[in-house]
């Protein structure tokens, strides 16, 4: 079974939304933080850090490989090996709250508030699951290979997140 489990949305208002991921996984919270807050550890799964300056206010500005998107913004939260807080454009709060569970596994408790209609949830919704799956593949070291990425697993998901 995999450790991603299918998230949960609410509206924020009008226009605005909170999505929101509860992740296990079978990894010491002191080897997935630096997975969650480095150049290195982010393209394994997520993104190309363009520029990440690992401390609160520090700016970031994430590539995403399969895309070519390019958002920016400020480390909004950053509580070592514990919460790590993106606020970025386009894509808003992107909030990642490590909780140990024993000595060598993690519960990722992830939040994305932003705004955007309903097409664009579901979107998001297939986007962090798939994300998700990768950085499981990751961790058993298989690290994301963008050239050969497709969207098939994403068109996937945004079906059952329609349903």
Not at 31 to 48: I, Q
Not at 91 to 104: K, N, Y
Not at 107 to 114: H, K, S, T, W, Y
């Amino acid at each position: 079974m995999s450790p991603v489990s299918h998230a949960t949305s609410e509206p924020r208002g009008p226009g605005r939304w909170l999505i929101r991921f509860e992740v296990h996984v079978p990894c010491a919270y002191e080897d997935l933080w630096p997975v969650l807050t480095t150049t290195e550890g982010l393209r394994t799964w997520l993104a190309e850090a363009e520029v990440l300056e690992r401390h609160l206010g520090g700016a970031v500005t994430l590539r995403w490989p399969n895309s070519g998107t390019a958002v920016s913004g400020e480390v909004t939260a950053w509580d070592t090996e514990r919460v790590v807080e993106y606020t970025v454009s386009e894509h808003g709060r992107i909030r990642f709250h490590l909780e140990p569970v024993g000595t060598d596994s993690t519960v990722i408790r992830f939040l994305n508030e932003r705004g955007g209609g309903d097409e664009e949830r579901l979107d998001c919704l297939a986007g962090w699951h798939d994300h998700f799956e990768m950085l499981e593949a990751a961790l058993a070291g298989h690290p994301a290979h963008w050239p050969s990425w497709t969207d098939a697993r994403w068109a996937q998901l945004r079906a059952a997140y329609g349903s």
